[in-house]
Antibody, heavy 125, light 106 residues
Framework: EVQVVESGGGLVQPGGSLSLSCAAS????????MSWVRQAPGKGLEWVSA???????YYAESVRGRFSISRDNSKSTVLLQMNSLRAEDTATYYC???????????????????WGRGALVTVSS | VLTQSPGTLSLSPGERVTLSCRAS???????LAWYQQKPGQTPRLLIY???IRATGIPDRFSGSGSGTDFTLTLSRLEPDDFAVYFC?????????FGPGTKVEIK
């Protein structure tokens, strides 16, 4: 059974830092890209960052330069280091497994098939 | 940019509902997916590749469309279907979600 479990949320002051962790199981972790998606209270979904199976990283413009994503394939974990946090970063942060890379000759279909329950990050003084 | 309409729909169980997702420029169907989210729950993948139902999704859910206009259709609303529905697109190494359509009980 595929499982994705986030940890590390909490209350942090503006300008502070926080690290989120995502533990995955039930699939060959090193074969898949992973993403973080956030949802501010009562709002929609916003993609934050992604990391390919090989470690290439991608960021939304809203967090580039402040957040850093990394992964440890030996531990099946993804980390999101968040620095210089702002009130507008307050949200539930979901870790999500991305769709598989395609076989040779096929095109990739893009979707998130498994999501964690989320970790709440509150940025407030 | 993805636009979803309407923002909220008030419907009764048994009704047919069509939700719209419009992209600001033509996108590949391979990159278009739909999710359902109920209050306090994690988003659930419904449709990917614009029209392929995800594992375990009932056949009353269907997706269609191409280019800039995509549709999620629920043939007969059941009580469990009242939720928010998001469309999603991938392009230029980033992911985008629509603002969502809330389907509420009339």
């Amino acid at each position: 059974e595929v499982q994705v479990v986030e940890s590390g949320g909490g209350l942090v002051q503006p300008g502070g830092s926080l690290s989120l962790s995502c533990a995955a199981s039930g699939f060959i972790f090193s074969n898949f890209a992973m993403s973080w998606v956030r949802q501010a209270p009562g709002k929609g979904l916003e993609w934050v960052s992604a990391i390919s199976n090989g470690g290439r990283t991608y960021y939304a413009e809203s967090v580039r330069g402040r957040f850093s994503i990394s992964r440890d394939n030996s531990k099946s974990t993804v980390l999101l280091q968040m620095n210089s946090l702002r009130a507008e970063d307050t949200a539930t942060y979901y870790c999500a497994k991305e769709s598989p890379y395609p076989s040779r000759g096929s095109s990739r279909l893009y979707y998130f098939d498994y999501w964690g329950r989320g970790a709440l990050v509150t940025v407030s003084s | 940019v993805l636009t979803q309409s309407p923002g909220t729909l008030s419907l009764s169980p048994g009704e047919r509902v069509t939700l719209s997702c419009r992209a600001s420029q033509s996108v590949s169907s391979n990159s278009l997916a739909w999710y359902q989210q109920k209050p306090g729950q994690t988003p659930r993948l419904l449709i990917y590749g614009a029209s392929i139902r995800a594992t375990g999704i009932p056949d009353r859910f269907s997706g269609s469309g191409s280019g800039t206009d995509f549709t999620l259709t629920l043939s007969r609303l059941e009580p469990d279907d009242f939720a928010v529905y998001f469309c999603q697109h991938y392009g230029d190494s980033s992911w985008t979600f629509g603002p969502g359509t809330k389907v509420e009980i009339k």
